[in-house]
């Protein structure tokens, strides 16, 4: 009884606001989750390419077989593994900025679902304890009122049933945004900008952004995780540019 009534009133709902893609605003099919995206949209939403680096998922071009890129074979390694939903560019890239400096907080659902989705279907299996979401300095938290990372780590977290420690990493220092930057000025932008906050029995964490362009953010995240008792982070961004 309760579950006809719940069912019209979905189908009422329906009829007079009809569910519409969260990012192009084309109508959904009758019925279909409120909060998505269209068909149009996640076509043009790419998965990467199958050629790319073993480790920091760095797209190489089509013919090369996977392997380490340049910077992960300089680099000390920090994380081991990054788990990329898409390719950073058309709607995904559309979709994370407008999350990001839109206030479009609703996107978060729909973006968290596709990274969700991508390391449930990875061949590479991570077991984690807990997800720990790239933090905001508290200043532009406070601007933006929300951190995209925690935001889009929800369903994911929810779906591997792990919890997500916020208190874990803290972002002490105030940086320019890394946008337009050098690879070396990111670098330099990121030194010591991360502190461990308390401490956890955790040891396999998966680390969440949104974007990694050089990586720096990630990498400097990691540095600092490792200088716990952490043992393995790998990293689980919506868009690899
Ligand atoms: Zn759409
Ligand atoms: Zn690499």
Request: contains cysteine; positive net charge; proline residues 6%.
């Amino acid at each position: 009884m309760w579950t006809n009534f719940c069912q019209a009133l979905s189908a009422s709902i329906d009829l007079f606001l009809p569910p519409v893609c969260l990012l192009c605003g084309q109508l959904l099919p009758p019925g279909s989750n409120p909060r998505a995206f269209c068909a149009t949209c996640r076509l043009a939403m790419r998965p990467l390419g199958k050629s790319n680096c073993s480790r920091c998922a760095q797209p190489f071009p089509a013919s090369l077989s996977q392997h380490l890129c340049v910077t992960c074979l300089k680099r000390p390694r920090t994380f081991t593994k990054v788990y990329a939903a898409c390719s950073y560019q058309d709607r995904v890239k559309d979709a994370i900025q407008q999350l990001k400096y839109r206030n479009q907080i609703n996107l978060a659902q729909p973006l968290g679902q596709l990274l969700s989705e991508s390391v449930a279907t990875s061949t590479v299996r991570f077991e984690t304890d807990c997800i720990v979401p790239v933090p905001l300095h508290s200043t532009r938290l406070k601007e933006r009122g929300y951190n995209q990372a925690l935001e889009i780590a929800r369903p994911l977290a929810r779906d591997l049933g792990v919890p997500i420690a916020t208190g874990l990493l803290t972002r002490t220092l105030k940086t320019p945004a890394q946008q337009g930057l050098t690879a070396a000025e990111r670098k330099n932008n990121l030194r010591n900008a991360f502190t461990l906050g308390k401490s956890i029995s955790a040891r396999n964490i998966l680390l969440v952004d949104d974007v990694m362009t050089t990586g720096e953010t990630v990498r400097e995240c990691c540095r600092v995780l490792l200088q716990g008792s952490i043992k393995e982070v790998r990293v689980a961004v919506i868009g690899r540019a």
